[in-house]
């Protein structure tokens, strides 16, 4: 529709994740009509992140470093690991403030329709974090779903083993969400975990 | 939240119109986990785009040469003048297929809360290709908002002194739309603008 670069570019960004045709187009004409937008500042991003990023080689988190920032401060609780699905999950609680344990992150989840086993995961680095015995509780936090869940059942039953406590975040009504607009499981899942006040 | 480059190219992405923090977070760890996108290939692009593409200096439209492709093509109709707010709505029209006269950007609407005056579009220029006489109907496509009606309505006003028809794209009801769930203005205009079948 448009002539050659200025489609490509669209095309490009359409490329991305959460990225329809529209956004794609509005994104370029942006950059294009937006003089002071710092194209070359992306660019250089763009190629540092690919060039100096890793995953850190304890927690699987991402660092610029061989370990990551977490896996490095000595003031963190050595004794709780949390399992994750995913590096963004890491930030996502770190946001929260409440946990100053460890992180392990294991690439995904079990899914058999999209043929993730469990030799996908990084569970072998996890079981060997576990070995040593300095670790006292291991903390499930996949997602609430069903390859989430499966996964969380997986492990909990490859831990047992071990003299290891292992918990799964509590599930619930989300907090400031509405009991009425709230589906079954989840309203479900709130009486089971029902709590004396 | 995460470790320097990586957090800086989350706020990067999320400087862009239409990417929150969680898209831009998502985008960041897109690129990173997938080797197979091409970094370097979206880099050369938004620079080729920055250096290479400008805006047609007939019709104001984007082009990689001074004239764009649709001013350039001599089976267009000279005599047919579309006017539109932005280069987007150029190709949102081309993509119809139903125009095959010329286009005129005006780069925006008038609006006193964005401080945006006839002065600030382009306007003059538009007056300069209607003033040989070869144009003989300007249809006036702004969007049908306050501000793209209240460009419509200066313009026709100042397009009067000449010997053009002016006209204006029909409101109404959206193909494929429920009646039910039409807003009273868009209803109201769709009972204005009635035809006989």
Known sequence: MYDGIVQDLIDEFGRLPGIGPKSAQRIAFHILQTPSFDVSRLSQLLAEVREKVR???????????DRCSICRDPRRNQTLICVVEDAKDVAAIERTREFRGLYHVLGGAISPIAGVGPDDLRITPLMQRLADGTVQEVILATNPNLEGEATATYLSRLLTSLQITVTRLASGLPVGGDLEYADEVTLGRAFEGRRSV
């Open 55 to 65: 995953f850190c080689e304890i927690c699987g988190n991402v660092s610029e470093q």
